[in-house]
Nanobody, 120 residues
Framework: QVQVLESGGGLVQAGGSLRLSCATSETMLRIHTMGWYRQAPEKQRELVATITGGGSTNYADSVKGRFAISRDNTKNTLYLQMNNLKPEDTSVYYC??????????????WGQGTQVTVSS
């Protein structure tokens, strides 16, 4: 079973920066869209940013201009650079990978989440 491994969360003051990383535990045959989602306590999981295999990006309005998503296809790795963090960005951040290990098993893979806490 492919695992999705996230890192880079932590505690930061408002206005600060963090960089999240996410990688798959094994080499995938193909990775399509990758993305970051977040879920705050008692709230639904929401999209933060996605990036396609071709590099097209999509951001939630709340993070546009502050967050940047990128990927390294040679390493099956996804990044999220978060700048000018706000207390409302406090959430558990999840990495999502839409990928295939073989030509017949495309599916979504989720990480366990990494906590980001922004203090005011």
């Amino acid at each position: 079973q492919v695992q999705v491994l996230e890192s880079g969360g932590g505690l930061v003051q408002a206005g600060g920066s963090l960089r999240l990383s996410c990688a798959t535990s094994e080499t995938m045959l193909r990775i399509h869209t990758m993305g970051w989602y977040r879920q705050a306590p008692e709230k639904q999981r929401e999209l933060v940013a996605t990036i396609t295999g071709g590099g097209s990006t999509n951001y939630a309005d709340s993070v546009k201009g502050r967050f940047a998503i990128s990927r390294d296809n040679t390493k099956n790795t996804l990044y999220l650079q978060m700048n000018n963090l706000k207390p409302e960005d406090t959430s558990v951040y999840y990495c999502n990978v839409d990928g295939s290990r073989t030509p017949w098993d495309r599916q979504d893979y989720w990480g366990q989440g990494t906590q980001v806490t922004v203090s005011s």
